[in-house]
């Protein structure tokens, strides 16, 4: 059973009350939960420091990845958060971008697409007259 859960009280101040979201943070990073490259979270951790299923995948994967947080260098394996200064890598489409550990010059297509589904409703109106 790995079904290790973070609770919100041991990293509450219990005179501000306030959750002290460092601490909480690294703690999901020691179970896992929260990937420790990337920030990446999961409900659930191995109960161990490890590295998201993107990650991963970066690491392993000689071939074309794609993440939802990071691109890959593919002279040096270097990898970069659209965060980092990169934000031109939102943008839907084919940007060319340079690896800031070797200078390699490389292209990362982007690909944009949110949907959110809803549940159905509950239950049908009644009493409609
Ligand atoms: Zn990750
Ligand atoms: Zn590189």
Redesign the pocket.
């Known amino acids: 059973m790995n079904t290790q859960m973070i609770k919100f009280e041991d990293h509450t101040d219990p005179e501000t009350k306030k959750i002290n979201w460092e601490t909480y943070r690294e703690a999901e990073i020691a179970i896992g939960s929260r990937c420790y490259r990337c920030g990446h979270s999961s409900c659930f951790g191995p109960g161990y420091r490890d590295l998201c299923s993107d990650c991963k995948n970066m690491d392993e994967n000689s071939g074309e990845v794609t993440s939802s947080n990071r691109v890959r260098?593919?002279?040096?394996?270097?990898q970069m958060s659209p965060n980092d200064d990169l934000y031109e890598l939102y943008e839907e489409g084919t940007h060319e971008i340079c690896?800031?550990?070797?200078?390699?010059i490389f292209e990362v297509e982007t690909s944009v697409s949110y949907s959110f589904e809803s549940p159905a409703l509950k239950k049908e109106e009644k009493g409609a007259v």
């Open positions: 260098c593919p002279n040096c394996t270097h690896c800031d550990e070797c200078g390699e």
